[in-house]
């Protein structure tokens, strides 16, 4: 590493060898505590480098090799005891370069990997705040900046909340917190509650009185959950010394960002590496009244009244997962579809999903774009008036509405944070950001996980992975990186819907096997008779493996789970078949006939998709 001279006369370094037989430490070896530790810290604060080490480890040599080779032997028994004090770390090499702990041989040469090694020779280190500032605490970000903390390093997370043109704005944790994943999933869980109700008289429940929803109740309850989500997530950063800090961030220069706060009040932060975890934001659809009138799910979930009639635009998950529990409310809701249900979805299970929904008394409006929404009365909700116009011929339609939530997709939030001071590539398509698989930009120093990646999942798990493995790599010597295999997602839409996925490289032979049945709790109050749903799909030419496996019907991501768990292990359609099912439950796998054989191309995704207490399992496969 040294520019002209051997690499151990520039940086001084110094190795403490403790040979490997000295058991018994002499009386010059062992002097008391703190004269041990003054030495020891003495030693760390002359030397530029100082390895501690034993004459017979290999890693000790391995590291030694690359650092240093001065050797002063000493016995190491109390030394070993007093640096697991001083460190947290008791096994050898102890490496320390210009005061700083590196740690072991992994790190070590982890450090030497990076990069981080040779900016702490140069005593770079020294120029920045931080080792790494995270941008973005939610999800990924608050995952990787506790990890990078748990392994030593001095970490920021900075996160801000832009509200929304409503005004909405929310505490730590991001989307899936505050907007998404949970709130979701609660008011989900109030909309299955109405159904049981319904059930409950078929069952023999009497009440009188009529039943009916607060929406109010539910938000306070529901927001109260999140503010303790909230609450424990800044303790869990205090508690693993993460400097967390409310405000925007932004770069002005590669190593150094502008933090804003909400009172406008700006500071500046360096540091030697950066992860970008901003996540995304609802899109707007650029149509007169939509920022004005309409909201997206970013306000839903903490909306201070009951939307009343609702038209929603869109026909992602998001669209069909907010009208799903809204129509379980027992709220007028109607879905306006510009083309078809679920993109990217198995098509047969999103059209029955979409059967189910409308079933549970969901309008649709097939093959209508929004032009104009205006107001007609404000209030808490108010009317609204909206204008839409066929995508197949010249008509034009109006409908009036209480609320409308636009639901058209998500942007990255790359765009106002400052990369065109950087140098990092994002994709001028969708301000998506590409990274290398190990989730490294185009510049070395910046990383990036989560909902803004070009090309990879969004969803919570996978940011949550993404961001702990990355510390792991850049600080902990791991190599272990996010490999999605096997991805399961589910949709909760009138009861829930859910994905699984797995990508194959083999030549496929599709063997589909599928069956509608009845869920033994439907029964008797009568409802949905036969419209639950289950698929396999497999692949014939390697023994019936399963590589598909969809499930329309009540606990679609409980079910789905746990067949993920057997696909990850290469399950075969035989398997399952021995695999004597839990009786009587609708994960149970039997009856399902044989349906067709079909020939795919090499490579193929498959998912599998869980909807309205139904589960659908999508195969994305080019037929050849
Ligand atoms: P986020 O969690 O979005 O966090 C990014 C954070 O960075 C935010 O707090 C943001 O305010 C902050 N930020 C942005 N820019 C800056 C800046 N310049 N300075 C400081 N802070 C900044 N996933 C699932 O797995 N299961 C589900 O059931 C599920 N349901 C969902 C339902 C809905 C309605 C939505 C919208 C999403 C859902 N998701 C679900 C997706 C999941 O929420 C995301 O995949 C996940 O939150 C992504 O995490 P992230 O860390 O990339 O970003
Ligand atoms: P998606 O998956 O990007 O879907 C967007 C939906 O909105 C889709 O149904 C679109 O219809 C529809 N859309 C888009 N623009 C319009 C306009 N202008 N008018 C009417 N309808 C429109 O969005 P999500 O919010 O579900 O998800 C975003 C990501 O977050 C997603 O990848 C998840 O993994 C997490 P189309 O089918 O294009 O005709």
């Not at 016995?75 to 370069?97: A, C, H, R, S, W």
């Not at 989500?229 to 010394?241: E, F, M, P, Q, S």
Request: aromatic share 8%; net charge positive; glycine share 10%.
């Amino acid at each position: 590493t040294g520019k002209g001279k051997k690499e151990n006369e520039r940086v001084g370094a110094t190795e403490v060898v403790f040979p490997s037989f000295s058991r018994q430490p002499s009386i010059e070896a062992c002097p008391g505590q703190n004269e041990l530790k003054t030495r020891i810290q003495e030693l760390i604060d002359t030397n530029q480098v100082i390895v501690f080490s034993k004459s017979y480890c290999p890693y000790c040599v391995k590291v030694s090799y690359l650092l240093c080779r001065r050797e002063r032997p000493q016995d190491g028994t109390n030394y070993q005891e007093m640096l697991l004090e001083m460190t947290g770390q008791k096994t050898v090499p102890n490496v320390f370069i210009s005061k700083t702990h590196v740690g072991g041989c992994d790190k070590t040469l982890q450090a030497h990997k990076d990069g981080s090694l040779q900016q702490l020779l140069n005593g770079e280190n020294e120029a920045y705040d931080y080792d790494l500032i995270v941008i973005g605490g939610g999800s990924g970000g608050l995952a990787c900046s506790k990890e990078a903390a748990n392994l030593g390093k001095k970490v920021m997370v900075l996160d801000y909340v832009v509200p929304t043109p409503k005004g909405t704005t929310w505490g730590l944790g991001g989307t899936c917190v505050n907007v998404g994943c949970i709130p979701k999933k609660l008011m989900h869980q109030t909309a299955m509650l109405a159904t049981a109700m319904q059930d409950a008289r078929k069952f023999g429940w009497e009440f009188d009185e009529t039943v009916k929803h607060n929406w109010e109740t539910m938000k306070t309850a529901v927001n109260n959950y999140i503010g303790s989500l909230n609450w424990g997530y800044r303790v869990a950063l205090r508690d693993k010394n993460v400097n967390y800090v409310n405000a925007y961030a932004e770069f002005i220069e590669p190593h150094k960002i502008k933090a804003t706060n909400k009172r406008g009040k700006e500071t500046f932060y360096t540091a030697a590496k950066f992860v970008l975890a901003t996540g995304e934001r609802p899109r707007y659809l650029g149509i007169p009244g939509d920022k004005e009138y309409c909201i997206t799910s970013d306000d839903l979930f903490s909306l201070p009244y009951c939307p009343g009639k609702t038209l929603v635009i869109g026909a992602s998950y998001v669209a069909l997962e907010c009208g799903g529990f809204l129509a379980g409310l027992g709220l007028d809701v109607t879905v306006m579809v510009r083309s078809i249900l679920l993109r990217g979805f198995d098509q047969d299970m999103a059209n029955r999903a979409g059967e189910h929904m409308e079933e549970h008394g969901v309008k649709f409006l097939r093959k209508y774009v929004p032009t104009k929404v205006s107001e007609l009365e404000a209030g808490t909700p108010g009317r609204l008036k909206v204008t839409a116009k066929s995508t197949e011929s010249d008509e034009v339609i109006e409908g009036e509405y209480n609320t409308v939530l636009i639901a058209v997709g998500r942007d990255a939030c790359t765009d106002k944070i400052g990369l065109d001071k950087t140098g990092v590539k994002v994709n001028p398509k969708n301000g998506k950001i590409p990274v290398n698989d190990e989730e490294q930009t185009n510049v070395p120093h910046i990383y990036a996980i989560g909902d803004i990646l070009e090309g990879k999942w969004e969803l919570t798990p996978v940011a949550i992975q993404a961001g702990k493995l990355l510390a792991r790599r850049l600080y902990g010597g791991s190599t272990v990186k996010v490999y999605c295999y096997l991805q399961i997602t589910f949709i909760e839409t009138c009861s829930s819907y859910g994905l699984l996925n797995r990508s194959t490289n083999c030549e496929i032979l599709q063997g589909v096997y599928h069956s509608l049945f009845w869920p033994l709790e439907f029964t008797v109050p009568g409802r949905d008779n036969n419209r639950c749903y289950g698929k396999l799909i497999c692949n014939r030419l390697d023994n019936d493996r399963v590589i598909g496996f969809h499930y329309l019907g009540p606990n679609a991501g409980e079910v789905t789970q746990g067949f993920g768990a057997a696909m990850k292990c290469g399950a075969t359609k035989e398997q399952l078949d021995g695999t004597i099912g839990i009786h009587p439950t609708c994960a149970e796998v039997k009856r399902l006939e044989k349906t067709k054989t079909v020939q795919a191309s090499a490579t193929q995704s498959i998912s599998l998709c869980v909807f309205g207490g139904l589960t659908v399992l999508k195969m994305q496969c080019k037929r050849i």
